[in-house]
């Protein structure tokens, strides 16, 4: 995953998180044992939807419901799998709510560290390894986006600035108020690209009567 410059080569993540995906929208993931629960807090400063990864789509209809908002999601990180260089995970939003609404794009992801939520790094790039569809979620229906962190161990310090991470800040796909999940990854302070998302995908291996 990493070429001679220690540098992740771009079309071997796009490759292989397409794989990931693949795999998430076949059914053939299995769901997490022990996802970690997102919680919604006010962060301490006023927030900004990270330019690569949270700008609004406008794709929904009249016809359509409404967006989801944050406050009818339940946010949760599936276990990762690990791979030389980094990990993949998937990001899993639920409507906990009892409307249906939909979820359109790419999530907002960054890392931030504790207390005070401070963005470590670049947010998630984008990653067009499946299109982008609106995913129309009923009561309980759940959609995935993969992820992918690449290790910051794989950048010289000089480089990459290594700071540990807090938690692992979610934004649904265009919304303004975050989701936050605990994480133990280590990100780079300094402009070196370690996280890539795919856009969110219906999940069919899960039953709204689950």
């Known amino acids: ?26 059914g053939c993931a299995s769901s997490p044992s022990s996802p970690s629960s997102g919680t919604t807090r006010t962060p301490g400063f006023s927030p900004t939807a990270p330019a690569d990864s949270t700008a609004p789509s406008a794709r929904s209809t009249s016809t359509s419901p409404a967006a989801c908002p944050t406050r009818s999601l339940r946010v949760s990180l599936g ?16 409507n906990s709510s009892a409307a249906s609404c939909t979820l359109d794009g790419y999530p907002g992801v960054s890392l931030v560290s504790g207390p005070s939520d401070a963005q470590i790094g670049l947010a998630a790039k984008r990653v067009a390894t499946v299109p982008v569809t609106l995913v129309t979620l009923a009561p309980r229906a759940t959609a995935r986006a993969a ?64």
């Open 1 to 26: 995953m990493i070429s001679a410059a220690g540098k992740p080569c771009a079309a071997v993540v796009a490759a292989a998180l397409a794989c990931l995906v693949a795999t998430i929208t076949a």
């Open 79 to 94: 276990p990762g799998e690990g791979y030389a260089g980094g990990v993949y995970q998937v990001i899993t939003f639920t």
């Open 147 to 210: 992820l992918q962190v690449v290790d910051a161990g794989n950048y010289p310090p000089s480089t990459c600035g290594p700071v540990k991470a807090a938690s692992l800040r979610v934004y649904p796909p265009n919304q303004t108020e975050p989701v936050f999940l605990p994480s133990t990854a280590e990100g780079c302070a300094k402009p070196v690209q370690v996280l890539f998302v795919a856009a969110v995908q219906k999940d069919p291996a899960a039953s709204p009567n689950g």
